[in-house]
C-alpha cells in the first residue's frame, strides 16, 4: 500500500472519530440537561405596569432570538402543527405552533414561543409569551412578555412584566387592586 492509501485511511478513520464523538457529545448534553450558556436566557431587566400607560406604536419588526428556555417536561406544540379546538393540560406546555382555541395549564407553566400563536384564550399559572396572543390572556401568578411579543385583546394578571420590544393592545386587569389599565406598551 502506497503512502497516499495511508493518508487517505488516516483521514478517513479521523473524520469518522469527529463524527461520532460530535454525536456523543450531544447525546450526553441531552441526557444530563445541560446546555450551553447561549440556550439558557439569562435573567434581564423587566418593566412592571401598575398604573396607566398610554404609549402607542406599532408592532415592532424583532430580528431578536427566543428567549424562551427549553421545556423539560410537558406537552410540547411543534412550530408545523397547527390546532383548532382546546386543550387541558395538567404540566407544562410549549406552543410553537398554532392554536385557535383555548389553551388552559392552570396551575403550570405555559410558553408561547416566537413562532407560536395562540387565539382566544390562553390560561396558566405563570405565563411566558414571546409570540402573537390574541383574545383572553389569564396568569394566576405571573405574565411575563419577552421583545417578540404581540399582545391583543384582555391580560388578567396580578404581576406582569413587559420587557423592551414587546407590543401589547390589551386592557389589563390587576386583580390585586381591582383596577382595570387600559395599555400600549412598545
Known amino acids: 500500500m502506497g503512502i497516499q492509501a495511508w493518508f487517505i485511511l488516516i483521514g478517513v478513520s479521523a473524520m469518522t472519530l469527529i463524527v461520532w464523538d460530535g454525536r456523543r457529545r450531544k447525546a450526553r448534553q441531552r441526557a444530563e440537561g445541560s446546555y ?7 435573567p434581564s431587566p423587566a418593566v412592571s405596569l401598575v398604573s396607566d400607560i398610554a404609549v402607542e406604536q406599532s408592532p415592532p419588526k424583532a430580528t431578536v432570538t427566543p428567549l424562551v428556555a427549553p421545556l423539560k417536561e410537558g406537552s410540547r406544540i411543534g412550530a408545523a402543527t397547527s390546532i383548532t379546538g382546546n386543550i387541558t393540560a395538567n404540566e407544562p ?17 405555559l410558553t408561547v414561543n ?16 414571546d409570540g402573537h396572543v390574541s383574545g383572553t390572556l389569564k396568569a394566576h401568578s405571573r405574565a411575563t412578555l419577552l421583545p417578540q411579543a404581540i399582545v391583543q385583546g384582555v391580560i388578567d394578571t396580578p404581576c406582569l412584566e413587559c420587557e423592551a420590544g414587546a407590543w401589547l393592545q390589551a386592557n389589563v386587569r390587576h386583580r390585586a387592586v381591582q383596577q382595570n389599565v387600559t395599555a400600549m406598551v412598545s
Open 36 to 42: 450551553s450558556s447561549g440556550d439558557v436566557p439569562q
Open 93 to 109: 406546555v410549549l406552543v410553537k405552533g398554532n392554536v385557535q382555541g383555548r389553551v388552559v395549564a392552570s396551575q403550570h407553566s
Open 114 to 129: 416566537a413562532s407560536g400563536q395562540v387565539a382566544p384564550y390562553i390560561e396558566g399559572g405563570f405565563i411566558t409569551v
